[in-house]
């Protein structure tokens, strides 16, 4: 039988078991290919783990905004504000920046703001789809979202309005009255809110990964916990060679590449050069459960709450460091106050010292949109990465893209905004 009559049992390997490698390997199984993961760490380890939680399809502008420009000074001056870069990053990120600028331009923006919005069209169904497969459905939660103002002039808050709206975006303006009928914890100081009907979160992102994993040992995967160095393709067979730490290598036949914001060593390998950047974000989980009913996002402060199984998440913030500086706690620590202005009741008596502090890698590319696809370089090795701030949202959608393209279907949205070769 021929592999993409999705029956043959292909065998295929993923590297990395994030919730984009997770997604991916339960829809080529789905096809019949044979799948295994390959995870330094185990199921869900990276960004996967402690995100925000939030299926955030109202987020459809890419992150390369010119109007942040005038900010920008001010916000990379204070340490612990929104947006930071580690001054010994500072020449490291620069290439990335370079590039970052260039997707400023209106052209490009335009052209970025599109294949965001293809993608974000169809995540949340693909999601819904994915969670009744793995018979997980209750944790994901359709009650919208909000992105609430303080002390922000009308006009201000209406030329958002104004922007989602034009987008296509579902959203509703709230003044501070309805806010607080939808969610009566919120602070009085709140004195609008976008209302994102048409979104969603998740009770525990790590726990969708670790359902996404049982689905996947259940149906016959193999999961191994080995670090991937090296990999390379023969010339004459195009079979590929993966080289582990540990110094034991495997001959594959297939390989996907889903290793998040360590994607890029493995595509300089295969030959492909992909300014992948890690803009690091922190969340703080406190232990207090809020009566909150969907995740409220801040426009002033810059942060996201989200009610979760075991506490309040509060979630956020930018920094560019690179992969192996630690966390810095004050990154994380700095979300409590955030948090205590927008849930003053909640968060009455607590202490910062009460919140576990995270730190996760967003894996980013300048253009704000990943990597789906075949290499043009090889044709048995595929990519899925680069899905920065929208890694949960789009997790469901891109593996059914990239299991399209494995089995050899015409995927159901046009790839070549999202291919490897576009930064050749
Ligand atoms: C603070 C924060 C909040 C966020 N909030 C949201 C949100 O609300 N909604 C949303 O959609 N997205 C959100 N994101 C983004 C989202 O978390 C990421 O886009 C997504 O998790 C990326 O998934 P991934 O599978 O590509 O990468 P990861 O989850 O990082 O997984 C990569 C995997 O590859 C493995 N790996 C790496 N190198 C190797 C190697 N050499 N050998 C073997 N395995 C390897 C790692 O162990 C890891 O398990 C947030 C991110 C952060 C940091």
């Known amino acids: 039988m021929k592999e993409h009559d999705g029956k043959h049992g292909a065998t295929i390997t993923i590297v990395g078991a994030g919730i984009v490698g997770l997604a991916a390997a339960i829809e080529l199984q789905r096809k019949g290919f044979d799948v295994t993961i ?9 960004a996967s783990k402690g995100n925000a939680g939030h299926f955030a399809t109202e987020q459809v502008f890419p992150l390369a905004d010119p109007s942040i420009l005038p900010k920008l000074p001010g ?19 620069l290439p990335w920046f370079m590039r970052f600028l260039i997707n400023m331009l209106p052209g490009r923006r335009t052209q970025n703001t599109r294949a965001i919005k293809a993608l974000n069209r169809s995540s949340i169904a693909a999601m819904k789809e994915l969670v009744s497969f793995c018979d997980c459905e209750a944790l994901l939660t359709l009650n919208g979202s909000l992105l609430v103002f303080e002390n922000t002039p009308l006009d201000e808050v209406n030329k958002e309005l104004t922007a989602y709206a034009n ?8 003044d501070g009255t309805q806010v607080r009928k939808l969610e009566p914890s919120l602070s009085k100081t709140i004195t609008h809110a976008l209302y994102f009907t048409h979104v969603g979160h998740t009770s525990d992102p790590y726990d969708l990964c670790k359902a996404l994993e049982l689905k996947f040992i259940s149906l016959g995967g193999k999961f191994v916990t080995e670090e991937l ?3 390379a393709v023969a010339k004459s067979s195009s079979s590929i060679q993966l080289e582990m730490v540990t110094g034991t290598s495997k001959q594959i036949n297939k390989l996907v590449i889903a290793a998040g914001a360590w994607s890029k060593p493995f595509a300089k390998q295969l030959g492909h050069r992909v300014p992948l950047e890690s803009e690091r974000g922190y969340h703080l989980m406190m232990p207090q459960l809020s009566k909150l009913s969907r995740p409220v996002a801040s426009y002033n402060r810059k942060f996201i709450i989200t009610p979760m199984a075991e506490g309040t998440r509060l979630a956020g913030t930018v920094e560019f ?6 966390l810095v706690p004050e990154r994380a620590d700095c979300l409590f106050a955030h948090g205590k202005a927008l849930l003053p009741t909640l968060f009455e008596s607590a202490t910062v010292t009460d ?24 044709s048995n090795v595929f990519f899925s990465f680069g899905h920065q701030h929208l890694g949960l949202t789009w997790s469901a959608l891109t593996a059914k893209l990239l299991a399209q393209e494995v089995a050899g279907e015409q995927s159901n949205i046009d790839l070549q905004p999202y291919r490897i070769d576009r930064f050749d």
């Open 229 to 231: 160095v090296k990999v």
């Open 38 to 46: 390959i995870d330094k760490e185990g199921a869900g380890a990276g």
């Open 75 to 93: 916000m990379l001056l204070d340490p612990l504000g929104p947006f930071r870069i580690q001054p010994k990053y500072f020449v490291k990120a």
């Open 167 to 174: 987008a296509g975006v579902e959203v509703q303006l709230l």
């Open 355 to 378: 919140g576990e502090r995270w730190m996760g890698f967003r894996p980013s590319l300048p253009d704000s949109l990943p990597v789906i696809g075949r290499s043009d370089k090889q």
């Open 321 to 326: 460091g690179g992969l192996k500086a630690p």
